[in-house]
T-cell receptor, first 116, second 114 residues
Framework: EAGVVQSPRYKIIEKKQPVAFWCNPI?????LYWYRQNLGQGPELLIRYENEEAVDDSQLPKDRFSAERLKGVDSTLKIQPAELGDSAVYLC??????????????FGPGTRLTVL | GENVEQHPSTLSVQEGDSAVIKCTYSDSASNYFPWYKQELGKRPQLIIDIRSNVGEKKDQRIAVTLNKTAKHFSLHITETQPEDSAVYFC?????????????FGKGTRLSVIA
């Protein structure tokens, strides 16, 4: 079974440029998460989807970040315009259904973003 | 919302010794506590988890203990090996509506010295 797939793995851009990350969750997983992981820190949730609905986006900086999961499967996270402080690893994760208490989250390999 | 504190931030042990990482959480309703291992440049992977209805769980050289009264849980690794070197994250999940499903600690960088 394929795991969570993310692309690209690495991205280097100049500040003020736009950037997009793509994630394909494990087949059958209804819940999809986008996390940001700064160097030396734990993952911090940006947004959580239940199918195509964003049910928790309280940590998403909505002035420059946006996300979509139109068909309830793969998802795209966008930053426009990027700032120096956005440099981090962006992790996607999926689980069967967040409403069930003990669902393991499976992480993708992440996209390492460097903003120059 | 939930807040998870993790200590220590770095830990060095000799091969064969034990390592202990401790976490505290703030929401007494939290009921699920996973531990993730993240090797350099790789994704976090679940290594063990514990639910609030048990106090201890073991899986070979890894064990986790939970003290609900004190709101803390710990990861114990015995007979450490160089391949145990990684960053370990604890996390806590609260079932309260509207809460972030999983809140992570800041991580512990474990170095096992051969």
């Amino acid at each position: 079974e394929a795991g969570v797939v993310q692309s690209p793995r690495y991205k280097i851009i100049e500040k003020k440029q736009p950037v997009a990350f793509w994630c394909n969750p494990i087949s059958g997983h209804n819940t999809l998460y986008w996390y940001r992981q700064n160097l030396g820190q734990g993952p911090e949730l940006l947004i959580r989807y239940e199918n195509e609905e964003a049910v928790d986006d309280s940590q998403l900086p909505k002035d420059r970040f946006s996300a979509e999961r139109l068909k309830g499967v793969d998802s795209t996270l966008k930053i426009q315009p990027a700032e120096l402080g956005d440099s981090a690893v962006y992790l996607c994760a999926s689980s069967l259904r967040a409403g069930v208490s003990y669902n393991e989250q499976f992480f993708g390999p992440g996209t390492r973003l460097t903003v120059l | 919302g939930e807040n998870v504190e993790q200590h220590p931030s770095t830990l060095s042990v000799q091969e064969g010794d034990s390592a202990v990482i401790k976490c505290t959480y703030s929401d007494s309703a939290s009921n699920y506590f996973p531990w993730y291992k993240q090797e350099l440049g790789k994704r976090p992977q679940l290594i063990i988890d514990i639910r609030s209805n048990v106090g201890e769980k073991k899986d070979q050289r890894i064990a986790v203990t939970l003290n609900k009264t004190a709101k803390h849980f710990s990861l114990h690794i015995t007979e450490t090996q160089p391949e145990d070197s990684a960053v370990y994250f604890c996390a806590a999940k609260s079932p309260r509506p509207g809460n972030t499903p999983l809140v992570f600690g800041k991580g512990t960088r474990l170095s096992v010295i051969a």
